[in-house]
């Protein structure tokens, strides 16, 4: 018979000392109801994985000691109010010191209000690359996901090599501080390679489902190229789906990684071609191996079709791991410090490096390989893998 009081095991006569378990409690804000969730969940559940496979290893190790990642996660509901208030009650209510999650700017811009006074870092799992996001003003914020605004010139440079007679092009996205971002990123870029932009439409960040008015008014400028800008998977999915059933043949392409199986579930296989995008085809045998090691805990957990998306949530809370555990320290400015100093971090990409000091003013994005994915004859095909420079 045995009793347990305190941390020891009482057995007969003899007290056998039971070590406790340490742990460290990481924040993580995504948006589980509301705009964004169809995404953010999904980044939820890659943050969840990597927690299972850190703790499954042992944990972090700091000075020799052992800690298991306790995760608590706070839903934002995809609006300001909810980025503050959930970022609100794990700094002051959870006392965490760690904060992973957020993909829309303005919730991550909201949430900063709370996190940077009490020098909490926060690793994003994306965050629309706007340099509000990630600034001299926000130094205890870092970005291990680059963002599809980062990769616009590479998806201009696709464009022009493999569409030669592309001269026009059509700008859409949504009205919102990233969408903002992104048509004056594309506009730049498609300039700078000669293109004319004929026409470039906002629509409501709310709407998720009816393209067809403000793909008409663009596609009456007569466009030989569609660029459809960031969005979540199905707004992105459909804006192909509604441009083509609308009579557009030519290039349709997004910056953004959505993945291209998803795209080709909704917008359907007929109108699968001349599209490309910064996803990888998760079928090819070039997929990175912890891109296919978090393929195959997803399956397991999950029980359905790998959602590629979830490497964004994965890599904010493994890349904050090594950080933390590079600095050999709690204290968020010990790793702050180190973190921007670091020379490599794995991603579930491949190796990255630490850049951003001249682009953005502080050394903290992770830079690492990128992906671009196409539509060729109705099947997915990685084109080619890159790494963007940002000094």
Not at 22 to 39: M, P
Not at 201 to 207: A, L, M, N, R, S
Not at 239 to 259: D, H, I, M, T, Y
Request: hydrophobic share 40%; aromatic share 10%; proline share 7%.
């Amino acid at each position: 018979m045995s009793l347990l009081i305190g941390g020891f095991i009482f057995m007969g006569t003899a007290i056998h000392a039971v070590a406790a378990t340490k742990t460290l409690k990481i924040g993580a804000i995504y948006s589980l109801t509301g705009l964004g969730s169809e995404i953010e969940t999904i980044c939820r559940n890659g943050s969840e994985l990597a927690k299972d496979w850190i703790n499954e290893k042992g944990g972090i190790t700091i000075k020799g000691e052992k800690y298991l990642i306790d995760l608590i996660v706070e839903d934002q509901k995809g609006v300001v109010d909810g980025a503050v208030a959930a970022a609100t009650k794990l700094v002051e209510r959870n006392q965490v010191k760690f904060v992973i999650g957020q993909i829309v700017p303005d919730v991550v811009i909201a949430a900063a209000s709370v996190t940077e006074p009490a020098k909490v870092l926060r690793s994003l799992a994306w965050g629309g690359g706007i340099p509000a996001v990630m600034n001299p003003d926000t130094p205890y914020t870092f970005r291990p996901v680059l963002s599809g605004a980062e990769v616009i010139p590479v998806n201009y440079d696709y464009l022009i090599d493999t569409y030669p007679n592309v001269k026009t092009v059509a700008l859409i996205n949504p009205d919102e501080p990233g969408g903002q971002f992104f048509m004056m990123r594309s506009k730049q870029e498609a300039e700078k390679r000669g293109l004319k932009v004929v026409a470039a439409e906002f629509h409501d960040p709310q709407e998720q489902q009816d393209f067809y008015p403000v793909l008409t008014k663009l596609l009456a400028a007569k466009p030989d190229a569609l660029d459809v800008g960031t969005g979540f998977p199905i707004p992105g999915s459909l804006k192909l789906k509604q441009a083509r059933e609308l009579g557009f043949k030519g290039p349709v392409f997004s910056p953004s990684p959505v993945e291209l199986y998803t795209i080709l579930d909704i917008a359907g296989k007929d109108f699968a071609y001349d599209y490309f995008n910064g996803s990888m085809d998760i079928k090819s045998p070039d997929v990175p191996p912890m891109i296919k090691e978090i393929q195959k805990r997803w399956e397991a957990k999950f029980k359905s079709r790998f959602m590629f998306e979830s490497f964004q949530g994965w890599d904010a809370l493994w890349c904050l791991v090594q950080a933390i555990e590079a600095a050999q320290s709690f204290d968020p400015t010990v790793v702050k410090t180190t973190w921007e100093k670091m020379k490599s971090i794995k991603t579930s990409y491949g190796t990255g490096h630490m850049g951003g000091l001249k682009t953005y003013g502080v050394n903290h994005l992770v830079v690492r390989p990128c992906p671009i994915s196409a539509f060729a004859k109705g099947e997915v095909k990685l084109i080619k893998w890159y790494t963007p420079e940002f000094p």
